[in-house]
């Protein structure tokens, strides 16, 4: 089907093509934004966990932030935020210190989340406004075809034709949308679990390896 042929159908689809263009231009920029800022985010993942849970042996605070620094991503966040804060309580209790990083964490986590998830509400409202907007369309050009019945009768089919194919090219226009929006979206709602679930082990072990280490961080200077 060439773009001619797009134009042809488009025009033929009504006014209600309209907001499904808009739809369709949306769900588009929304999903490659997202596959780049998941990329972003998990990439280099198991590397630096690595990294950490090896300088974590040497107990040196200043070279796990370096670490966190030199790394991007929401796992790398969570550390990070849970390290300053263990760190810049030294002067408490080795159960406060703890206490106030797994605030730190937790309060990261959801920043971290809400960044994972910003865009998915935009999918999924796109994959069930779509079809809609195609049902719409069907109404409207049903109701064009009986118009034209009404003012002309049946002596000009090609009349209500107009109206069938603005029915049969909105509805199919719509469900073209949504179905693989649904399934971006689907897709793009594992990968956030998967993410989130990784952050939540990775802030166990850093509650863990705090809890065992009492006071033998090396504080940072």
């Known amino acids: 089907m060439d773009k001619f042929a797009v134009l042809e159908y488009f025009w033929k689809g009504g006014p209600v093509m309209w907001p499904l263009l808009f739809c369709s231009i949306l769900a588009v920029a929304f999903v490659l934004e997202r596959f780049w800022h998941y990329h972003k985010a998990s990439k280099h993942t198991n590397l630096f966990l690595d990294r950490i849970k090896e300088v974590f042996h040497s107990r040196n605070l200043r070279a796990a932030l370096e670490v966190c620094e030199q790394s991007r991503g929401p796992i790398a966040s969570i550390i990070k935020a849970g390290l300053i804060k263990y760190q810049s309580s030294y002067k408490k209790s080795n159960e406060l210190r703890q ?6 964490i937790e309060a990261a986590g959801g920043l971290e989340m809400a960044r994972l998830e910003r ?49 049969l090219i909105t509805t199919a226009t719509g469900l073209i949308i949504a179905i693989p929006t649904l399934g971006f979206y689907n897709y793009f709602t594992s990968r956030v679990s998967k993410m989130v679930l990784q952050m939540q082990e990775t802030a166990t072990w850093l509650m863990e390896t705090l809890e065992s280490s009492e006071d033998d961080f090396q504080p940072v200077k």
């Open 99 to 104: 206490a106030e990083a797994e605030k730190a």
């Open 119 to 167: 865009g998915l509400i935009t999918l999924a409202t796109v994959s069930n406004v779509a079809p809609l907007l195609g049902f719409l369309g069907t109404v409207t050009g049903m109701i064009r075809s009986f118009d034209v019945i009404a003012r002309k009768g049946l002596n000009d089919p090609t009349l209500v034709a107009f109206g069938i194919s603005e029915a």
